[in-house]
C-alpha cells in the first residue's frame, strides 16, 4: 500500500525519502539493573513500523541472551526517521 502500513497514519514522518534511514530505540530488560536502551539504525525501510520490525528481529538475539525475561522483556519503542536534506544536513524525526 503506497504511503504506509495500513491502520498507521502516513505523514512525511513515517515513510522514508530516498536515502533515508531510522533510528530505532528498544527500552529492553539488562540483567541486574532496570530498563535500558538500545538503538539500530536501520536503513532498508520504507516506512517506520518497517523499521520498527526490522530492529526487532536484529535485536531479539541479543534480547533472549541478555534479558532475564528474554522477548517479554521489552518495554517502549521510539523511532526517528534520519532525515537528509540533500546538502549534508542529518535531522532527527520522531515517528513514535
Not at 29 to 34: K, L, R, V
Not at 41 to 67: F, G, S, T
Amino acid at each position: 500500500m503506497p504511503g504506509g502500513r495500513p491502520g498507521y497514519g502516513s505523514s512525511s514522518r513515517t515513510d522514508a525519502a530516498p536515502g533515508d534511514k531510522w533510528l530505532v530505540g528498544l527500552e529492553v530488560w539488562a540483567p541486574g539493573s532496570t530498563f535500558t536502551w538500545r538503538y539500530y539504525v536501520i536503513d532498508q525501510a520504507c516506512d517506520a513500523m518497517q523499521a520498527a520490525e526490522l530492529a526487532i528481529r536484529r535485536a531479539v538475539d541479543e534480547v533472549c541472551r541478555r534479558c532475564v525475561r528474554g522477548v517479554h522483556g521489552t518495554g517502549r519503542l521510539e523511532i526517528q526517521r534520519i532525515h537528509d536534506d540533500g546538502i549534508g544536513r542529518k535531522h532527527l524525526l520522531r515517528c513514535f
